[in-house]
């Protein structure tokens, strides 16, 4: 007595301290790891920071820029014609370097789609065989404008794809973590059909030896003939090749959950699937609603009508009449000496206007604009089409979340019910009131059953989440899903 209570001592320690070594993961757990430490939530997540990196450098851009450029030197060597005051003309080997820095302090402007800048440089010259001492020229201060008239205006066009590009990004970054969910629970469901199928196979291969070994003794005694005997041989048969095969898929249903939530392969994981199934009521105007506002697939149809009035305009403004104007004023001077160049400075003006003015085109100006247009309306029949399948999609996927939720109700009670009925046919058959055929007929069924009930369960989740991919939005709590910073 002592040796037994001694036994199941150790037993039991050995079996609490197996269940603590266990991980559990609820359904909630499973997807947060994946969104928190899968591979494919971190490739989401790097794709969308370097979207936000290109959107913070597209803005750098619109500061003010300060540049240094400079020639550090440049030097020519070879033989040059020189003009004598008597008009003849002498070719005298000579060697020149420059040097020049350049400091420049410019501005974008968005609204005219044009350029300011603010610039000072210094450039020192020599000059050997014409002139043997260096000569220093200085521009201290230079101010500036170019700007083009008559054109489209590609500042302004890429600061308004840029916002939209930036919306874009944050929506799919969204939609991938949400993309995660789906195929976690997916995943989770695969693994829970899978424990499910093992134990019911379990289950089946000891009844079904059970039923063999009783079969066998009936059958030396006459009770039942060779073909009870061999159909009993038979399903022990098969239900040792499907708890094979059960052990097998679960084992590779545990493995592409490891993979999706980047546990160690060597975890020892437990899932828990969730006791009961929320009962969300969707509102099929909220869902199409909130669809058409968040989904990344409208901001990028925005997007593409963005961009094709952006080609509208470029081929009505840059292929006809434009003027490019380019006014600068400031000071300079040159001295030999270097001090000298920045005494007496004297001012300095330049204005340059250039004219483009196309004047045979043979039509070709009027069949870019009349291209572009035809993108324009090929991308507003698109976009049409596509919000109304955007709205479209939400709205089924609203009215098909409860309707998963009646349907997993109706299999968990025909799985109740045909485990019972099972259960009693059983007994009913080792007391001799049915055949064996029955008893296997009640069996599959119950199996059937089952297999039905878990599918439902499985369903209904990815029902849930496939709203919430979707809509982008909470329907628990009626918010929408916020961006992690």
Do not use: C
């Not at 300011?116 to 010259?125: A, P």
């Not at 199409?288 to 403004?317: C, K, M, T």
């Not at 939005?473 to 916020?482: I, N, P």
Request: glycine fraction near 6%; proline fraction near 3%.
């Amino acid at each position: 007595m002592t040796m037994r209570l001694g036994l199941s001592l150790i037993f039991a320690l050995a079996l609490a301290a197996s269940l603590d070594a266990q991980q559990t993961l609820t359904l909630e757990q499973a997807i947060a790891l994946a969104q928190q430490q899968g591979l494919a939530a971190r490739a989401a997540e790097r794709a969308r920071d370097a979207e936000r990196w290109r959107d913070r450098a597209f803005g750098a851009r619109r500061l003010p820029q300060l540049a240094l450029e400079g020639i550090v030197p440049s030097i020519n060597r070879g033989i040059s014609p020189v003009f004598r005051p008597d008009g003849t003309t002498a070719f005298v080997t000579q060697r020149e370097m420059q040097s020049s820095l350049n400091l420049t302090l410019s501005q974008q402007v968005t609204a005219t789609g044009g350029e300011v800048f603010l610039s000072s440089g210094l450039t020192r010259l020599d000059v050997h065989g014409a002139q043997l001492s260096p000569l220093w020229q200085s521009t201290p201060l230079v101010f500036g404008i170019r700007q083009s008239l008559f054109r489209s205006n590609d500042l302004r066009w890429d600061y308004r794809e840029q916002n939209v590009r930036a919306e874009v990004a944050e929506q799919r970054y969204l939609e991938a973590r949400e993309d995660v969910a789906l195929v976690t629970a997916d995943a989770f469901f695969d693994l829970y059909a899978a424990e499910m199928a093992l134990q019911n196979a379990l289950a089946n291969s000891a009844i079904n030896d059970t039923l063999h070994l009783l079969n066998s003794g009936r059958y030396e005694v006459g009770r039942i003939g060779e073909n009870d005997l061999l159909q009993s041989e038979l399903a022990v048969l098969r239900a040792r090749t499907s708890l094979d095969g059960a052990r097998l898929e679960r084992e590779r249903a545990l493995a592409d959950l490891k993979r999706l939530t980047n546990l160690p392969a060597g975890a020892d994981i437990r899932i828990v699937v969730p006791a009961t199934a929320p009962d969300v009521q969707p509102d099929t105007a909220v869902a199409a609603a909130q669809a058409l506002r968040n989904q990344s697939r409208i901001r990028g149809l925005e997007l593409d009508e963005l961009v094709a009035r952006r080609g509208v305009s470029q081929a009505r403004l840059n292929t006809g009449f434009g003027l490019t104007v380019e006014a600068m004023a400031g000071l300079n001077q040159t001295a030999p000496i270097f001090d000298d160049a920045y005494r007496s400075l004297l001012e300095q003006q330049r204005l340059t206007v250039a004219v483009e003015m196309p004047l045979v085109q043979w039509g070709g100006r009027s069949a870019q604009i009349q291209a572009a247009r035809a993108d324009q309306d090929r991308v507003a029949a698109l976009a049409r089409d596509s919000r109304a399948s955007v709205e479209q999609d939400a709205r089924f996927a609203a009215l098909q979340l409860p309707l998963a939720r009646r349907q997993l109700a109706t299999s968990a009670k025909a799985d109740t019910v045909a485990t019972r009925r099972f259960d009693v046919a059983k007994n009913r058959y080792v007391i001799g009131r049915i055949d064996i055929g029955a008893l296997y007929i009640a069996q599959s069924e119950k199996d059937a059953a089952l297999l039905s009930y878990v599918e439902a369960l499985r369903n209904y989740w990815l029902a849930y989440y496939r709203l919430r991919r979707l809509t982008l939005y909470d329907f628990e709590a009626g918010r929408a899903l916020a961006p992690q910073q």
